[in-house]
């Protein structure tokens, strides 16, 4: 498998959605994740990546994210470096050209995450068209391209064949900030392309931006899956093979907090507990990116029941990263 990397043709190319990379293209990288997780589980050497460094700059503070990254950089064989605005020249004003070019000279490859509405994703697009290295995102206001990667990978894992299974992804009641509406729109563009029928729920105030509401749309007809959005939270749960209850901010419709926070606080029994979770058929997951807010968006009942395959999710950051990265770099 590492032998047939550089022949993937993928070496040098930005992820930025996984819209921009074909199913086939997915497909190799879900493939070598695959490989890299068995190897590394049998205690296999997998440093593809020797003396190669990642910088990784953060305008936004992570967990699972940073740690997977550069974990997964390391186990490759390389370097990965934390940097973030406050300690860069960034703080003084440098714009993202000078930035781009200047870690270009240095290093293999430049992953940001940076999650400002209206600012992240311009800028992630902004270096990687000034960048001569590939430019990855770890998350901007638009895109989580790498959370829906490993959801996909769990799904694969637990299900075998993908096509028809049924996915819900609703909104849940967390009011204690306004989260990116990055992660749904992710998992309901990329989940589609691989045959799996989408139903997105959300309260009216919590719409995705539509023009990704539109384009989940043409990949469902493309795939011959479904994708459907409902303003009835059960509809999300019953008859599916997966869920994942995410809060996420009415951004779209407004961009005050104060009334972000008033909306959320609205819809209190939009949460994911046992109820909703029979809904589903039997062999139904939950799944969520973490942090959950325990007790808001989910009960522990459900989060640490036999049906959360939250910490197989999170784990599985790491592997599809390393794909990337080995693919990319």
């Known amino acids: 498998m590492y032998d047939r ?13 996984t ?4 199913v086939d293209e997915l497909e190799t990288l879900f493939s070598l994740a695959a490989q890299l997780k ?5 205690g296999l050497p997998t ?24 974990t997964g950089i390391t186990q490759l064989g390389g370097h990965g470096i934390y940097l973030s605005p406050d300690r860069m020249q960034i703080s003084h004003g440098e714009n993202a050209r000078d930035t781009a070019n200047v870690l270009s000279r240095y290093g293999e490859a430049i992953a940001i995450r940076h999650c400002a509405f209206g600012e992240g994703n311009a800028y992630l697009s902004e270096v990687a068209a000034h960048a001569s290295v590939p430019v990855l995102s770890m998350q901007c206001d638009v895109y989580h391209p790498c959370q829906i990667l490993a959801d996909y990978l769990t799904i694969r894992e637990k299900f075998g064949d993908t096509s028809g299974l049924k996915l819900g992804v609703a909104w849940t009641s967390a009011p204690n900030y306004v989260r990116p509406i990055s992660v749904p729109q992710s998992l309901i563009l990329m989940m589609p392309r691989f045959g799996i ?14 023009e990704i509401e539109a384009q989940a749309r043409l ?16 509809d999300a749960f019953e008859d599916a093979d997966v ?14 907090h104060d009334e972000g926070i008033r909306l959320i606080e609205a819809y209190p029994s939009w949460r994911c507990d046992a109820a909703h979770m029979a809904l589903g058929r039997d062999h139904m997951i939950y799944m969520h990116p973490l942090p959950a807010d325990r007790g808001r968006e989910v009960t522990d009942e459900v989060i640490d029941g036999p049906q959360s395959a939250v910490y197989d999710e999170a784990e599985n950051r790491l592997h599809v990263q390393k794909a990337l990265m080995a693919l990319t770099m």
């Open 5 to 17: 990397i550089e022949s993937a043709g993928l070496k040098g190319r930005d992820f930025l959605s």
């Open 38 to 42: 068995a190897d590394r589980k049998a």
């Open 197 to 210: 029928d989408v139903t997105l729920a959300y309260p009216p105030e919590f719409k995705l931006l539509p």
């Open 47 to 70: 440093r593809i990546l020797e003396d190669k460094t990642l910088y990784m700059i953060f305008f936004d503070s992570s967990t699972r994210t940073r740690n997977s990254f550069e």
């Open 219 to 234: 990949n469902a007809e493309q795939s011959g899956a479904r994708f459907e959005i409902t303003n009835r939270f059960e």
């Open 243 to 256: 869920v994942i209850p995410k809060s996420w901010g009415p951004l779209v419709h407004t961009r005050d």
């Open 19 to 22: 819209q921009d990379w074909s």
